[in-house]
């Protein structure tokens, strides 16, 4: 049986120039505010969250998921 890939989005995020690649969002600040205050939720999703989506991807409850992508972010896609 071949591997199955289930793709999951999160928020695009532009870097920028000169920005630590291992910085996490901690150098976008006012950036990362302003951008997650459009969303549904009102803030940044933490890193736990990114991943449950991913586990469940991953997991066999998600057997008969195909061809589908799941955004994790916090609702801007339907705005």
Request: hydrophobic fraction near 40%; glycine fraction near 16%; aromatic fraction near 2%.
């Amino acid at each position: 049986m071949g591997r199955r890939v289930r793709p999951a989005r999160g928020p695009v995020q532009r870097r920028r120039a000169g920005a630590d690649r291992h910085g996490g969002t901690a150098g976008t600040g006012e950036d990362l505010t302003a951008l997650a205050a459009q969303a549904p939720t009102g803030r940044p999703a933490a890193p736990e969250e990114i991943a449950e989506g991913i586990t469940f991807l991953a997991s066999e409850a998600a057997s008969f998921v195909q061809g589908a992508v799941l955004p994790v972010d916090g609702g801007r896609v339907t705005v």
